[in-house]
C-alpha cells in the first residue's frame, strides 16, 4: 500500500473533500478520487461515504482509519530512525534573499515541528547556476534554472507591484507609463529592467544589490517609487499599486530525481514547502 497515497486519503478525511486534499498536494480531482478507489479495493471494503457535500467515514469503519494513521506515524517514525543511523540529518535549501526572509521561515518552522532533529541549511543567492554546478544543495526554491541540475515543479506565480511611501496618495493599480512620473528606485533585477527598458524616465536610482530591502528602505524614507516582487513585502509603512500591464515571475522547486526517490527527508521538506505556501 502506498503510503503517500494513504496521507493524501487521510487529509481528505481532515477535510471533508478529496478536492480539497487533491489541491493540497497537487492532483486533480479525479486522481485523489481514484487513490480512494485504490486503498479500499486493497483493503476489501468501501469505509469512506461520498456525497456533494463531501465525504465522511461510514458508521463503524472509524478503525479502519485509525489503522492507517498509525501507519503514517510509524513511517515518520522510520524516518527519523533511519536518517539519524545514516546520520544524514540535514537538508540544505537554496533561494533568494527575500524568500529566504518572508516565507522560508514559517517552511522551516512547520517542517521542524515534525522533524526536530533535522537541521535545515539556507544559502541565499541570486545566482542560482553556481549551486546547480556543484551540486551543493538538495534543492532550489527559485525560478526556473536553465540548467540539467533536475526536475523543476511550478509552485507559485508572484505578482510585481509599485511600492510606495505610506505618505504617497494610495493607488489600487497604476500604468507603467506613469511610473515615469515618479524617481525610480531600480533594483538589480532582470526582470524588473526589462520591464522598464523602453522607459523615457531620467530620475532612476540603481541600486546594485538583490536585496529588496534596501530598495525598501529608500521608498519607506521618501526617496522614490520601486518595482519589487510581492513575495519580498512585509511591511505596512508603505502604499502597493497593482501594475498594468502585469509582471509576473513563477517560483518554483528544483531538484534531482534521485535523492526525491531515494530521501525521504527530501520528500517530506518539498511536502512541506507546498502546504505551507498553500496554507
Known sequence: MDINRIEVLIKAIELGSLSKAANE?????????HILDEIESE??????????????????????VEKLKQ??????EMVELAQEKQNNTAITIATYASLSKHVLPGII???????????????????????????KVDILFSEQQDSEYGLWEPLITDS?????????????????????????????????????????????????????????????AG??????????????????????????RVLGLTY???????????REFIKCIKSTIKG
Open 256 to 266: 534531482r530525481k534521485d535523492d526525491y526517490e531515494n530521501k525521504c527527508l527530501l
Open 25 to 33: 498536494y497537487l492532483y486533480t480531482p479525479s486522481a485523489a478520487s
Open 43 to 64: 483493503i476489501g471494503i468501501r469505509f469512506i461515504k461520498r456525497s456533494y457535500k463531501g465525504i465522511e467515514v461510514e458508521k463503524g469503519c472509524e478503525q479502519i
Open 160 to 220: 510585481y507591484v509599485a511600492v510606495m511611501p505610506e505618505t504617497d496618495k494610495a493607488l489600487d493599480n497604476i500604468n507603467k507609463d506613469d511610473l515615469d512620473n515618479y524617481t525610480l528606485v531600480v533594483v538589480n533585477d532582470g526582470k524588473v529592467c526589462s520591464y522598464l527598458n523602453d522607459s523615457k524616465n531620467n530620475n532612476i536610482i540603481n541600486v546594485d544589490s538583490h536585496d529588496d530591502s534596501t530598495a525598501i528602505h529608500m521608498v519607506k
Open 71 to 76: 501507519i503514517l506515524e510509524l513511517k515518520k
Open 223 to 248: 526617496i522614490g517609487v520601486a518595482v519589487l516582487p510581492k513575495l519580498s513585502l512585509d511591511t505596512e509603512d508603505i502604499n502597493c499599486a497593482e501594475l498594468s500591464p502585469k509582471l509576473t
Open 109 to 135: 518552522k512547520e517542517f521542524n515541528t515534525k522533524f526536530p532533529h533535522v537541521r535545515v541549511n539556507v544559502a541565499v543567492s541570486d545566482n542560482m547556476k553556481d549551486f546547480c554546478k556543484n551540486n
